[in-house]
Structures are given as structure tokens and as C-alpha cells.
């Protein structure tokens, strides 16, 4: 960066790194369906995968890696908050699954 000319630029290189990763872990994703991994390692890998390509995106090419932290927070904590939500949500809905077929379908 040059702090001489008041514009930020960041080196060419780093975006083709970061492109390149990029393509090795939508290949890695790829290779997990063409080995058929099933199962919890499956759908693990996959969301694994998916959280690191977003979050390389969101870091180099949209600049958060180079913003203040308040704003970093800002953007990314409200989506954060609601994956936490989601997730309290998800294990809610198996107790009220097996309270819902206990009283309502062993009833005479």
C-alpha cells in the first residue's frame, strides 16, 4: 500500500493466490461427491468447504481483510448471529418433534 498517493492498492499476486485456493478447495468440494463420501463427514466436509471459500471472498475480494474492525463487525456479525440462531432453532425442532409424536399420534 502507498500512503504517498492516497489510494490503496493491493498486489496482484494476492488475488491470484487467493483465486487459486479458491479452485483447490471447489475442487476438494467436488472430489468429496465423486468419492461419494456419505453421511455426516459428507455434509461436514461440504459446509467446511463452503465456510472457508466464503470467508477467503469476503476477507481479499470484498476488502474486509484491510477494513477497521468496527465495520468488520458490523458486516459480519448479524449474519453470524442468525447461523447461531438457526443452529438453536435446529436442535428446538427435534424436542418439539418428539413431543409432537408422543401426544399426538399415540393417543386411541
Known amino acids: ?22 479452485f483447490v478447495l471447489s475442487a476438494f468440494s467436488y472430489l468429496v ?11 461436514s466436509l461440504i459446509l467446511i468447504l463452503m465456510v472457508a471459500k466464503a470467508g477467503l471472498i469476503v476477507a481479499i475480494f470484498m476488502h474486509m481483510r484491510w477494513e477497521r474492525i468496527a465495520l468488520v463487525s458490523a ?4 449474519p453470524l448471529c442468525l447461523l447461531v440462531l438457526c443452529g438453536l432453532m435446529f436442535v428446538e425442532s427435534d424436542y418439539v ?3 409432537r ?8
Open 1 to 22: 500500500m502507498s500512503a504517498v498517493s492516497g489510494s490503496q492498492q493491493h498486489p496482484i499476486g494476492l488475488y491470484f493466490k487467493v483465486w487459486g485456493l479458491l
Open 33 to 43: 461427491d465423486f468419492f461419494h463420501v456419505q453421511g455426516v463427514l459428507r455434509w
Open 75 to 78: 458486516i459480519l456479525l448479524p
Open 97 to 99: 418433534f418428539l413431543n
Open 101 to 108: 409424536m408422543l401426544h399426538f399420534t399415540l393417543r386411541p
